[in-house]
């Protein structure tokens, strides 16, 4: 399994190819923390496994990059 942040249960995201890393927020419990903006093949040392998430995120990038492709050949 890659450790990439897109794998990561602390990745939020945000668009097609980015998101944001809420390890803080949620370790500290502190909500109002910095919440930095990372790509989705990002990682690093804080890496958990976020398990069926995984496939949620595959689906909503999937399903977002084809609306966007739509959207494209519309114009």
């Known amino acids: ?5 897109l794998n990561c249960r ?3 995201i945000q668009d097609v190819e980015s998101g944001l890393c809420r390890e803080e927020a949620l370790t500290s419990k502190n909500h109002d923390a910095e919440k930095p903006v990372v ?3 990002h990682c690093c040392d ?3 496994d976020c398990g ?4 949620i995120r595959l689906g909503w990038i999937k399903k977002n990059s ?3 492709e ?3 050949q519309a114009q």
């Open 70 to 72: 739509k959207e494209e």
């Open 10 to 12: 602390f990745y939020k």
């Open 66 to 68: 084809e609306n966007g």
């Open 52 to 55: 069926q998430t995984y496939y």
């Open 1 to 5: 399994m890659k450790t990439t942040c």
């Open 46 to 48: 804080q890496w958990v």
């Open 39 to 41: 790509k989705a093949s």
